[in-house]
């Protein structure tokens, strides 16, 4: 039976529907400022490195450009660099020894807590933020990136959005003269007008229309 249906489908003269897949490209130059910064000839790691921008925060994935004073002709002397705020993916395999003081109960023998020698912070993900101390944010000012475009990206940002009133078209504004001529200011009649009002528009929503309209002809 299955087999029969399949047959039936490849038969049929409607066509198959097939979606595209949506693209996961990114439009870099959506924004108008990066945009009239961007240098076409330069890739997207080294357009973002010359903006003072980042295209991903976690630790890089892959290699890096290496310039032409950083290459030696040997390339075991090579200099690799390394992001010093990149997290370590992996847990550690081996543990460094330490020493502890433990106290125990004078009757049960039983381990209350271990007091570690070390005063550093525990660190078992080599977190490199680890050693950065602790404070308020009243202790330190706000550091801003000098350079770049990135005080242009701030003050655009900054910048309140104004919303653009919405504007009647031709059309509708012919609609809204033809109702406003049969009815004037009769909104209950406007709206039972089957011929003229087609899509049974609310009396508010008529009223919102016809103050607009009458607004612009002033």
Do not use: C
């Amino acid at each position: 039976m299955g087999r029969e249906l399949q047959k039936k489908k490849n038969r049929s003269s409607i066509p198959k529907i097939k979606h595209k897949p949506k693209s996961k490209r990114l439009n870099v130059l959506g924004n108008a400022i990066v945009a009239a910064n961007w240098d076409q000839n330069l890739t997207l790691s080294q357009n973002y490195r010359q903006l003072g921008l980042t295209s991903k925060l976690n630790a890089r994935t892959g290699g890096i450009e290496k310039l032409g004073s950083q290459v030696e002709d040997n390339p075991k002397h090579a200099v690799q660099a390394t992001d010093r705020l990149s997290v370590a993916s992996k847990l550690p395999t081996s543990i460094k020894p330490s020493e502890a003081r433990i106290e125990r109960d004078a009757s049960t023998g039983a381990i209350l807590r271990v007091i570690h020698s070390q005063t550093a912070t525990p660190n078992p993900l080599n977190d490199p933020l680890n050693k950065v101390p602790k404070a308020h944010d009243e202790d330190y000012p706000p550091v801003h990136f000098i350079g770049g475009i990135i005080p242009d990206l701030e003050e655009q940002a900054s910048m309140e959005i104004k919303a653009r009133p919405r504007r009647q078209s031709k059309r509708e504004e012919d609609w809204i003269s033809d109702l406003v001529h049969k009815y004037g200011d009769d909104y209950s009649r406007m709206m039972r007008d089957r011929k003229l009002n087609p899509y049974q528009q609310s009396e508010g929503d008529l009223r919102r229309r016809v103050r607009i309209w009458k607004e612009k002809k002033k």
